[in-house]
């Protein structure tokens, strides 16, 4: 069945360092992607999408990389702080409608100061 | 103040009885959507609306109703709520189908 994952489920980096949170799917009939960022007792928030003809965007901070060929995609946060520690997740539609968005289990991120 | 809202934002209801979680947002977003949230599961989808009038199931919608009458509200609708559907409900608004979502605050609900 279709999926969306991502490959590590903590990632622990010095405030500072740039991050790098990494993400697999499997539907290549995907038009875009989405990075989310969920911070604790919060809803998710948006961050960055990437259409399926871009390789890469960036903005402001954050950088997501879109490899069509192995399906994978990245978000890398330049200059971690304590204020990006949250839960990321990626997201891609599936099946037939565009509408049908799956989500990845979410990798959480922790900035030591 | 750009939004989604959601009430109740908690619930502790028991088996069977017939609950609505509202979800109202003031962008005048066509696409609407409610996603359930479980430790170890993520996000899933539970249905989206594209416009009025018009929804479609997500990846998990047994046990769920939706209704679209107006642009503004997506209900999620919970006939006969059982154990297994107590998590954290996200109801979430979008301008068009693949743009940046909102999301609205959360919905505990726990079913006994």
């Known amino acids: 069945g279709e999926s969306v994952g991502l490959h590590l489920p903590t990632l622990s980096v010095q405030e500072g360092d740039n991050s790098i949170i990494n993400c697999a799917y499997s539907?290549?009939?995907?038009?875009?992607f989405i990075w989310y960022k969920q911070e604790s007792g919060k809803g998710p928030q948006f961050i960055i999408d990437i259409r399926s003809n871009m390789d890469k965007r960036q903005g402001q901070r954050v950088t997501v990389l879109l490899n069509k060929t192995v399906k994978h995609l990245s978000l890398q946060i330049a200059a971690t702080q304590p204020g990006d520690s949250a839960v990321y997740f990626c997201?891609?539609?599936?099946?037939?409608?565009?509408?049908?968005?799956?989500f990845g289990k979410g990798t959480k991120l922790s900035v030591k100061p | 103040e750009a939004q989604v809202t959601q009430n109740p934002r908690y619930l502790i209801t028991v088996t069977g009885k017939k609950l609505t979680v509202t979800c109202s947002q003031n962008?005048?977003?066509?696409?609407m959507s409610w996603y359930r949230q479980d430790p170890g599961l993520g996000l899933r989808q539970i249905y989206y609306?594209?416009?009025?009038?018009?929804?479609d199931k997500g990846d998990v919608p047994e046990g769920y109703k939706v209704s679209r009458k107006e642009k503004r509200n997506f209900p999620l609708i919970l006939e006969s709520p059982s154990p297994n559907q107590t998590s954290l409900y996200f109801c979430?608004?979008?301008?068009?189908?693949?743009?940046?979502?909102?999301f609205g605050p959360g919905t505990r609900l726990t079913v006994t």
């Open positions: 609306s594209m416009n009025v009038e018009v929804t």
């Open positions: 539907n290549s009939a995907s038009d875009y």
């Open positions: 979430a608004s979008s301008p068009t189908v693949a743009g940046e979502q909102y």
């Open positions: 997201a891609a539609p599936w099946g037939g409608s565009q509408g049908n968005l799956i």
């Open positions: 962008m005048n977003h066509e696409y």
